[in-house]
């Protein structure tokens, strides 16, 4: 199975700054990879697919990039809705399989 | 809008079976592939199984193979997961899924769980 790490594990920033996720896949994944936004008590919310297309209605500040085996989630202008945990998620092939999720608060 | 709807879960003996179903709606049930995520107490997502939209395939995460079984019945709209020989390690909220397209294995809509739990 394809491992995916994700740092850091847990984050707190002020709102306006700027935030960056990083995600490594264990091999290739070229750009096979998502990313969720859980927020408490929620289920996850697709954010992003092929890493870097925002899905619908998901505001502009939130962008994703990278391709084979380094990929990052960036938030720019950090808002108080915001505060969740992120997971990247390779779809490469099966088995699909997560991170392990970072934790973002507001400071 | 799409809706997911857990249902089935519950305290169940190790070794003993228990049966897991999703009713779904808001979408075209039959276009799409199914999946069942877990997550264990303090731990990560686990993805379980998938069914294509037609149930034509069915694959299983290795943890379980050999002891659950995904199906789906199209003419209710309705996802379902067999559990057998459970053991604590299946402890876990359990996600219907929805897949992206018909077999994509990224997910657009996730239900909100339904709680297995099974004493050590």
Redesign the interface.
Known sequence: DIQMTQSPSSLSASVGDTITISCRASEDITKYLVWYQRKPGKVPQLLIYGASTLQSGVPSRFSGSGSGTYFTLTISSLQPEDVATYYCQNYNRAPPTFGQGTKVEIK | QVQLVESGGGVVQPGRSLRLSCAASGFTFSNHGLHWVRQAPGK????VA?IWYDGSSK?Y??SVKGRFTISRDNSKNTLYLQMDSLSAEDTAVY?CVKD?YSS?????N????TLVTVPS
């Open positions: 990560g997502l686990e993805w998938v694959y995460a290795d996600h992206r994509s294995y990224y997910f657009d996730w239900g909100q769980g």
